[in-house]
T-cell receptor
């Protein structure tokens, strides 16, 4: 089983739609979780950390289910500028931080 | 806003040559990382570095790779004898702490390595 697994997409949705991404991780001892965003040929940038109780930042909501080893990201009222690859990132033991392969999102007008 | 800086932005080299990629992490950060991303593929962990030594490394980080923090600011990745398959974007990252929200990574813009 991959350490961090994501649906690669692509997701192609109209502007204003709500879209959700999922991510599973294999190491039950994982400590911290993040969603990063990567634009084409650019470096990954932090979108949001994921907290145990779930957290929201504007149109973005992240959820963590430790029992199922599952993380999700919900984007409401999607904008054209949301088009990017979304990377699920899991910090395992020690100092190893693993990226999922990413989910590509394309928002169409 | 503090940022991670990397040089060079692009390097072209011949197979078998040595390459050094340089990074200046954010000044108060304590943990440093190198990742690579082959075009169209995922971001892969190479190595993490803390307190002047390697904390963890992946299977990719074999004997041809080494890292060093030669002074208080630079963090370098050396590839001793480059192979065609080393062609990739190499990202340096740093973080303030290991865990929690402060464990988030800040990335440089990357160094694109092309091996001919």
């Amino acid at each position: 089983r991959k350490e961090v697994e994501q649906d690669p997409g692509p997701f192609n949705v109209p502007e204003g739609a709500t879209v959700a991404f999922n991510c599973t991780y294999s190491n039950s001892a994982s400590q911290s979780f993040f969603w990063y965003r990567q634009d084409c040929r650019k470096e990954p940038k932090l979108l949001m950390s994921v907290y145990s109780s779930g957290n929201e930042d504007g149109r973005f909501t992240a959820q963590l289910n430790r029992a199922s080893q599952y993380i999700s990201l919900l984007i409401r009222d999607s904008k054209l500028s949301d088009s990017a690859t979304y990377l699920c990132v899991v910090k395992g033991s020690a100092s190893k931080i693993i990226f999922g392969s990413g989910t590509r999102l394309s928002i169409r007008p | 806003e503090p940022e991670v800086t990397q040089t060079p932005s692009h390097q072209v080299t011949q197979m078998g040559q040595e390459v050094i990629l340089r990074c200046v992490p954010i000044s108060n950060h304590l943990y440093f990382y190198w990742y690579r991303q082959i075009l169209g593929q995922k971001v892969e962990f190479l190595v993490s570095f803390y307190n002047n030594e390697i904390s963890e490394k992946s299977e990719i980080f074999d004997d041809q790779f080494s890292v060093e923090r030669p002074d208080g600011s630079n963090f370098t990745l050396k590839i001793r004898s480059t192979k065609l398959e080393d062609s990739a974007m190499y990202f340096c990252a740093s973080s303030e702490a290991h865990g929690g929200a402060a464990g988030e990574l800040f990335f440089g813009e990357g160094s694109r390595l092309t091996v001919l």
